[in-house]
């Protein structure tokens, strides 16, 4: 069939349902990336990092949010919290509940950013170490941190409500 026979083919079958020719797309678009946010850096000072990632406000609501979000924070595999409402709290860390009262929110943020700095042999993931340091990542992740800047200060906002 040729071309031009084939366009309209495609015109009279679609007519009946509202389509027009134009509305036919000849070749399948390119998704496009996602944008990768740029590393912040950050600096370990006496066990704890003082200021706020890219000096971002955190939100607890959000915080919330992404701790107990299967796929980012996930906290709720390792450590039980006051979230009632979630089955299936973890054993393997510290119970949450009351960890405000135990650490300032600069501890809490080098806890979330990167655990290792404190304690090397730790399960916990680091949820914003460069994305250079990380090994064998799917590609879809590569160049990527586990939380992002904004998402790190949601999680430290909602801990200091833990009191």
């Known amino acids: 069939m040729k ?3 084939l366009a309209v083919s495609i015109m009279i079958a679609c007519f009946p349902l509202g389509i027009l020719a ?3 797309p000849t070749e399948t678009p390119t998704p496009k990336p996602e944008m990768i946010e740029a590393y912040q850096t ?4 006496d066990y704890s ?5 890219g000096g971002l406000k955190g939100n607890p609501a959000n915080g919330r949010k ?3 979000h299967r796929g980012k924070g996930n906290c709720l595999a390792c450590h039980q919290m006051p979230i009632p409402e ?5 054993e393997v860390g510290p119970p949450l509940d009351g960890i405000a009262s135990r650490y300032d929110e600069g501890q809490l943020r080098l806890r ?3 655990m290792q700095e404190l304690n090397p042999g730790t399960l916990m993931p680091p949820f914003y170490k460069h994305p250079d340091q990380f090994n064998r990542v799917s590609k879809k992740y590569q160049g990527r941190t586990i939380l992002t800047v904004q998402e790190v ?3 430290v906002a909602y801990l200091m409500t833990l009191k």
């Open 49 to 53: 990092i003082g200021s706020p990632l």
């Open 86 to 90: 979630e089955e299936f709290h973890g």
């Open 153 to 155: 200060e949601d999680v």
């Open 112 to 114: 979330i950013v990167n």
């Open 66 to 68: 992404v701790a107990i």
């Open 42 to 45: 950050w600096k370990n000072t």
């Open 3 to 5: 071309k031009s026979n």
């Open 22 to 24: 134009a509305d036919v």
